[in-house]
């Protein structure tokens, strides 16, 4: 999110970012070019394989002659393959490489796996860690109980950074000027239901200062309750976070409250005190 948005064409999408024609100028130190060759990337939804350009261009407002020079560009590096049958672009290898790298560097995964196996068997539910990118949290590491009704999101899922537990737990740990800065940019790009997400937010924060976890139930989506906790972050790595969730009809408000809040809590401590940062 250090990137500038412009002001002039808000995006449709809150994580992607529309750019000015002028931004280098205004930071010296920040490379245009490289930016929207990674917006390119970001275009590509779960579930959506190829894109054109034109679809490329109209979801980064980026003028198509350039997104057409930027996919060439990505294609030759890997980043990107080009199907001649759909005339059209895909993912592709590159990025996976990238993204492999990013989560075998996390030794957070393999230390809380256990204890994430654990809790989500005792609660019938999902188990999963996270961290932000933009305006959404990104597992990075998930796990399932043996119950056939549960949250099925796998590693790479992105859920919303504002409504969800997991979201407001981490933002409760963020430096309030980049809290701020992030409520800001989400306020404008939901501005019907700023007001209801801003009073969720704050009772978040409460939440965590009273009980050291934070709750959602049913804001993001009204048939899921999940508890979240942040975990303190002591070595220059990404600021990450927890929650605990699954089907509304399972996990009532008081079993959040009374059970699975202070599990996870307990869980973030014995991670913590294994990493080192307790």
């Given at each position: 999110m250090n990137a500038k948005t412009s002001h002039h064409q808000p995006a449709a999408?809150?994580?992607?970012?529309?750019?000015?024609?002028?931004?280098?100028?205004?930071?010296?130190?920040f490379v245009n070019a490289l930016a929207r060759g990674l917006e390119v990337l970001r275009c590509f939804r779960p579930g959506e394989v190829f894109l054109s350009n034109a679809e490329m261009a109209k979801r980064t407002a980026i003028p198509k002659p350039t997104i057409s020079r930027l996919s060439y560009t990505l294609t030759k590096l890997g980043y990107l393959s080009y199907s001649e049958h759909q005339g059209k672009y895909q993912l592709g290898a590159g990025v996976l490489a990238l993204g492999y790298r990013m989560l075998s560097n996390l030794d957070v995964r393999k230390m809380a796996r256990p204890l994430m196996e654990e809790l989500a068997e005792h609660a019938q539910a999902s188990v999963a860690l996270g961290t932000r990118d933009r305006l959404s949290m990104v597992y990075v590491e998930t796990c399932r109980s043996s119950a056939n009704v549960t949250l099925r999101l796998d590693v790479g899922s992105r859920i919303p950074l504002m409504t969800t537990a997991m979201g407001k737990a981490l933002l409760c740990i963020l430096p309030q000027?980049?809290?701020?800065?992030?409520?800001?940019?989400?306020?404008?790009?939901?501005?019907?239901?700023?007001?209801?997400?801003?009073?969720?937010?704050?009772?978040?924060?409460?939440?965590?200062?009273?009980?050291?976890?934070?709750?959602?139930?049913?804001?993001?989506?009204?048939?899921?309750?999940?508890?979240?906790?942040?975990?303190?972050?002591?070595?220059?790595?990404?600021?990450?976070?927890?929650?605990?969730?699954?089907?509304?009809?399972?996990?009532?408000?008081?079993?959040?409250?009374?059970?699975?809040?202070?599990?996870?809590?307990?869980?973030?401590?014995?991670?913590?005190t294994n990493l080192g940062r307790g």
């Open positions: 999408d809150p994580d992607l970012i529309v750019f000015s024609d002028d931004e280098e100028g205004k930071d010296r130190q000027s980049e809290r701020d800065y992030l409520m800001d940019h989400a306020r404008l790009h939901d501005t019907e239901r700023w007001p209801r997400i801003k009073a969720g937010i704050e009772q978040g924060y409460k939440d965590y200062q009273d009980r050291g976890f934070c709750i959602s139930a049913g804001e993001w989506q009204t048939d899921v309750h999940a508890v979240g906790v942040p975990m303190r972050d002591a070595d220059g790595g990404p600021v990450m976070a927890f929650n605990c969730g699954g089907p509304a009809f399972l996990l009532s408000r008081d079993k959040l409250e009374n059970d699975l809040g202070p599990r996870l809590v307990a869980l973030v401590k014995t991670v913590e």
